[in-house]
DNA sequence: CTGTTAGCGCTTTCAG
DNA sequence: CTGAAAGCGCTAACAG
């Protein structure tokens, strides 16, 4: 068979647009690497040129075929991100961060969601990496084995977000939990609190979550204070969980006079409860949340909280590997900090 | 220059992985297409022969060139998801659906955020078709003609999500926010409530916003009613603009029975304007929202309102884009439906 | 069950 | 400012 016929055979197969690279440059009447050179915008192009081929383009719906333009290259323009969810809005922020700094670069997020399960994120990173990414953005440290040697060995850009309290692999951006959990019990102290509570969700997909008890407890430890009661659900964090966990400690013996949430999904819950059980929003109970919400500082009584600049971190991320975009020698972490909002809620 | 040192030139300029099949197919002592066959697993392969590949592959941590092998195959599995924003986390649940329908078929979705911007929105679908993914999946009609364009003659399969009141460009996946529209204006007059005021957001950005606002005002005026008063807020949907325009609506004349939201976002912030004024939910004022979301359900009072599937559109799309990878002949349309959701506040 | 050959559509390099 | 040649890393097609 001739190379001829063997060209039509597959062109038949693919379903997309025909229209090539060397279509263009026939009908323009000129080479297919000036057409190139048009359309990347490298290198001069007569002006006369450059307006047959960009006529040519035009009438033909000519789409630049950005996989072959990749293996040519071998630069991509892909940026693969790994999320655990979207039901958090949290993550969606940061998503959000994320394309607000890929802006109008022309770079695009491939993106896997690992639903909290390493072994997803293996297997994602896999085939994310197969896209050969400029670079990889992830979230957390708790990668598998696999995982950090595939993230390791590829030489492309990794930031991990989120979180900056373990050495990452490339670059964390992030903020301090420990620190926010710390922060949050000194403020609450200062407020004349004694009687803390907690409610909380599931630690072992939220290494973050606990990590800010963790910060909480050690610094009312330092205060002379200790939790007086805690509950914690095992699934994720919701407004309804919230709820069942103030309910839950609020049935429990000793009636705290402030309670922390792992977040504010969770708090807002808790605000909806003490509506609903008719508990006087900071006179006879306080609450303090994580996140600083739009929806906890819509609330009637604004919720106390924390607040993480979670679009700040995939933006950040995002130009810091955009202007950097060979790994260094050095790890770098980046701290995006967090404010006390202080809210009505306590 | 001879071509082996050509090689080593590229090769130091690229960052990634510099293990290719060759290298694999080297150590295990086969043939480049044998590696390929073992990684895609097709075509029988003796095991003997897929055991050494894969001791090559492993300890070589060969990673597969998703780039090359859609270059030679014409087949690419990546997606084309455009959504006009993340901060709605209405559309982050279809992405989540989206994500959830894919599963672990390997495809991956390529994310662009139009933020509303029908320009944006060209822009994003000529980087993505650039990618030549498999599909193209967007919300809603609203296109620019190039966009429409390039669409219609990529050959892949292009589903448009949300709505199914107009001609899709080939499948459509959503509901009729007319019906909705209409249903809410039975339902409530149904229960008694004849003066109807509504509170909502930017139509402009919203197309189907506006279009349940003219269901509702359609099917009032079949009962003989019509809105009493109504407030629009131009910026997009909020909890505060909810709260803004409620409260806006309140301080006008004419005092409703009942308000309609443009959606759940708005309604929430209605809810919390209720308990800030003291106004009884449902007795004094009954609410009704769109969307069902959870927040609204965890309210002291679960918001009344209307179930969009939003998670079941994204999911329903993949699995339907998957099933039949080839544009029919003839345009689809899929009814996702909706319910109405009770409540207690209406 | 395995291999050889010939591209996929573009961009790099080197030469005008 | 423009072009010819070579090849990116992989897979389809055809043989064996």
Redesign the pocket.
């Known amino acids: ?1 001739l ?1 001829e016929q ?2 039509h ?3 038949a ?2 379903g997309n647009s ?1 229209v ?3 279509d263009v440059a026939r009908i323009a ?9 048009v ?2 915008d ?9 307006k047959r081929v960009l006529a040519a383009v035009g009438d033909t719906g ?1 789409v ?2 950005q ?3 990749t ?5 991509s323009n892909l940026v693969g991100v790994v999320i655990p969810s979207l039901s958090n809005i949290v993550f969606a922020d940061v998503l959000r961060g994320i394309d607000g700094g890929l802006g109008p670069s022309g770079y695009r997020p491939v993106v896997g969601i690992t639903g909290y399960d390493p072994t997803v994120e293996e297997t994602l990173v896999g085939s994310l990496l197969a896209w050969k990414p400029a670079a990889m953005i992830i979230v957390g440290f708790e990668h598998t084995d696999v995982t950090r040697r595939w993230l390791k060995q590829s030489s492309i850009r990794v930031a991990e977000l989120m979180d900056i309290d373990s050495a990452p692999i490339d670059l964390a951006v992030g903020l301090s939990h420990r620190a926010a959990g710390q922060a949050t019990a000194r403020h609450l102290v200062a407020r004349g609190y004694r009687r803390f509570g907690y409610v909380g969700h599931d630690w072992n997909t939220d290494r973050r979550a606990r990590l800010r008890w963790e910060g909480l407890v050690q610094a009312l430890a330092e205060a002379g204070l200790a939790l007086v009661d805690q509950r914690l659900n095992d699934g994720p964090s919701s407004t309804q969980a919230g709820r069942e966990g103030l309910a839950a400690l609020l049935r429990g013996g000793e009636r705290p006079d402030v309670v922390v949430f792992s977040n504010d999904d969770m708090a807002v819950g808790g605000v909806f409860q003490c509506l609903a059980e008719n508990i006087a929003l900071k006179h006879e109970l306080a609450l303090f949340g994580f996140n600083g919400l739009d929806i906890g500082q819509a609330l009637p009584m604004p919720l106390s909280t924390v607040r993480s600049n979670r679009f700040r971190i995939g933006e950040l991320a995002v130009e810091h590997i955009l202007s950097r975009p060979k790994r260094g020698e050095t790890l770098e972490t980046i701290d995006t900090g967090f404010e006390i909002v202080e809210g009505a809620t306590a």
């Not at 290198?43 to 450059?50: F, K, N, Q």
């Not at 293996?71 to 630069?75: M, R, V």
């Open positions: 068979m190379a063997k060209r055979r597959r062109r197969t693919q025909p090539t690279l060397a009447g000129v080479s297919e690497i000036t057409v190139s050179r359309l990347r490298v290198a001069s192009v007569a002006a006369g040129t450059r000519y630049r075929n996989v072959a333009g293996l040519a290259s071998a630069t």
